[in-house]
């Protein structure tokens, strides 16, 4: 299983931005996906996380702003970012948590997570 991020970028103070996550392999449901972010000298921190039944959590600093949605049969989580701001500036992280080949559960040495390689995100006034 791998997750390929795209999107991000560079956007101006109350642009917007858009990024994808396709998570491919023999997958036949992903039960959790979302995206996570770390900035410079800080700890990752969760941004928007959406269940195959569609409920969702958001960071209160991002409600209102941030839309997060999921195509299933493709395997894909979007973030829809409006209303950018500094402090948004980070490197975004794609996950994906108990992904089902249909017969088993996929697993990692340290639990049930994947991770796609982070995407940079930067706003500027």
């Known amino acids: 299983v791998q997750l390929q991020a795209s999107g991000g970028g560079s956007a101006q103070v109350g642009g917007s931005l858009r990024l994808s996550c396709a998570a491919s392999?023999?997958?036949?449901?992903?039960?959790?996906m979302g995206w996570y972010r770390q900035a410079p000298g800080k700890q990752r921190e969760l941004v928007a996380t959406?269940?195959?039944?569609?409920?969702?959590n958001l960071s209160d600093s991002v409600k209102g702003r941030f839309t997060i949605s999921r195509d299933n049969a493709k395997n894909t989580v979007y973030l829809r970012m409006n209303s950018l701001k500094p402090e948004d500036t980070a490197v975004y992280y794609c996950?994906?948590?108990?992904?089902?080949?249909?017969?088993?559960?996929?697993?990692?040495?340290?639990?049930?997570?994947?991770w796609g390689k982070g995407t940079q995100v930067t706003v500027s006034s």
């Open positions: 996950n994906a948590e108990r992904i089902y080949s249909g017969t088993y559960y996929y697993t990692q040495p340290w639990g049930m997570d994947f």
């Open positions: 392999g023999s997958i036949f449901r992903i039960n959790v």
């Open positions: 959406m269940t195959s039944g569609g409920s969702t």
